[in-house]
C-alpha cells in the first residue's frame, strides 16, 4: 500500500499566511479603492496569472503587485510595492508549522507503509519546506507538480509503477486531493483544514461524497487505513 500526502494545510500550515498578507494588503489600498469587491479583484487577477506564474507564494506576490498597482490606476508607491514584496517574503519565510498529530502520524505509518509526499507550488518554496519540516526521511517518494489534477496523478502513478487501487491520497483539498484520485480508482481521504482557498472549493453531492474518506485530524488515518484496506 501507498500512502501519499498532500502538505501545504494537510501536514502544515500554509493558508493562513497567505490571508494574512492578503489582508495587510487589503488594508494598504482601501485608501486607493474604496470598492468592496477588492478581494475578489485580487482572485479574479490570481486565476489570470495561475496558467503563467503557476502557484505558490511567488505567483501571489506577483499578482498582489499587479492587483495594487490595476487597482490604485498606478499611483501605488514605490515603497508600498516594496512592502508588498515584503508580505511575500514573509510567506516564504515563516516558520514550518505542523498541525496537529502529523509527526506522530506521519512517524507510525511510515514504519508500515510507503510514504509519499505529493505538492504542488513553488519548486524552491516547497522543497525548502520540506526540508525545514524535519518530515523529509519518512517519505520515500517526494514530488513537486505543478497542477494536481487526474493526468498528473496518473503519471505519478505510471511513474512509480504504482497500482490504483494500491493508491491512497490524503489532503485537504475535494479539488486537488481527492477527487482526481476517485476518478483514477484509488482511495482518497479528505481532511477539511479551517482556513481555505476559494480556488480550491467544490461543492460536492451526497453520492459523490460516499466515494471517499473523510475525517478530522490526520491521527484517525492509521484506523481508517487497517479497517478499509
Ligand atoms: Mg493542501
Not at 108 to 119: K, P, V, W
Not at 172 to 188: H, K, M, T
Amino acid at each position: 500500500m501507498i500512502i501519499a500526502f498532500d502538505a501545504d494545510d494537510t501536514l502544515w500550515v500554509n493558508e493562513p499566511y497567505f490571508r494574512e498578507a492578503e489582508a495587510a494588503l487589503l488594508e494598504m489600498l482601501s485608501r486607493y479603492y474604496p470598492g468592496e469587491d477588492l478581494l475578489d479583484r485580487l482572485y479574479q487577477q490570481e486565476i489570470k496569472n495561475l496558467n503563467i506564474f503557476g502557484y505558490g507564494a511567488k505567483a501571489f506576490t506577483l499578482s498582489m503587485i499587479e492587483s495594487a498597482i490595476e487597482l490604485s490606476h498606478g499611483k501605488v508607491s514605490g515603497s508600498e510595492i516594496q512592502r508588498i514584496i515584503d508580505l511575500g517574503r514573509g510567506i516564504m519565510s515563516q516558520p514550518v508549522k505542523l498541525l496537529k498529530g502529523v509527526e506522530e502520524t506521519i512517524k507510525q505509518m511510515s514504519s508500515e507503509h510507503q510514504l509519499m509526499l505529493i505538492t504542488k507550488g513553488d519548486l524552491f518554496d516547497q522543497e525548502s519546506k520540506i526540508a525545514r519540516s524535519g518530515l523529509a526521511d519518512y517519505f520515500r517518494i517526494i514530488e513537486v507538480v505543478s497542477e494536481k489534477d487526474e493526468a498528473t496523478y496518473n503519471q505519478l502513478l505510471i511513474k512509480h509503477n504504482i497500482q490504483p487501487d494500491q493508491f491512497w491520497m490524503v489532503g485537504n483539498s475535494l479539488r486537488s486531493d481527492v477527487l482526481p484520485i476517485v476518478e483514477l480508482g484509488g482511495q482518497a481521504v479528505h481532511i477539511p483544514c479551517d482556513v481555505g482557498w476559494v480556488h480550491e472549493h467544490v461543492d460536492v453531492d451526497e453520492s459523490t461524497r460516499q466515494t471517499y474518506h473523510e475525517l478530522t485530524c490526520i491521527d484517525q488515518l492509521p484506523e481508517l487505513i487497517s479497517k478499509t484496506a
